[in-house]
């Protein structure tokens, strides 16, 4: 059986329900803000960064507030979305090794430095967004590399 509700953290959702069932003793109804404090959003197994939508997405300044009351919609409807997006960096390169696999030595990073000054970087992938295939994400980046748009 297939379902689009996205995966919780079971812990959070224990504390949810315990936090109902009180509730339900006294014969009070909890506010969803309650439950949020407890439960604040899905939690995915690969990480990944939560946005309301593919708009939000490109706008750094609404992120945070717009993430919540997507989450706080989300919640009390029933229906909507959100957008995960992967997590990456740019660090500086670290010399593993002197060798390439061809054998020929490498320049150490003094050497390296004169010649191309402090371009070398790596794009360090923490997380992907969940239901992202791996090896297809392997394949786009080896395409682009393959087409000289990345190195």
């Known amino acids: 059986m297939a379902?689009?509700?996205p995966p919780h953290n079971l812990m959070e959702v224990a504390d949810?329900?315990?936090?109902?069932?009180?509730a339900a003793q006294k014969g009070e109804e909890v506010k969803l803000e309650e439950l949020l404090k407890v439960m604040p959003g899905p939690d995915f197994p690969t990480g990944g960064?939560?946005?309301?939508d593919n708009n939000d997405a490109n706008n750094d300044n609404s992120r945070s507030?717009?993430?919540k009351n997507a989450l706080r919609d989300l919640y009390r409807d029933g229906r909507g979305g959100v957008t995960l997006r992967g997590v990456?960096?740019?660090v500086p390169r670290k010399n593993v090794s002197t060798r390439k696999r061809s054998g020929?030595?490498?320049p150490t990073e003094e050497e390296d430095k004169g010649a191309r000054g402090s371009l070398d970087r790596d794009?360090?992938?923490s997380s992907i967004p969940y239901m992202q295939n791996k090896a297809t994400l392997v394949q786009q980046i080896?395409?682009?590399v393959n087409n000289r748009q990345i190195e």
């Open 16 to 22: 949810a329900l315990v936090v109902f069932a009180r």
């Open 3 to 5: 379902t689009s509700i």
């Open 88 to 90: 990456a960096e740019i």
């Open 49 to 52: 960064v939560i946005f309301a």
């Open 142 to 144: 080896a395409d682009l």
């Open 65 to 67: 507030r717009s993430n």
């Open 104 to 106: 020929k030595r490498t």
């Open 123 to 125: 794009i360090v992938i």
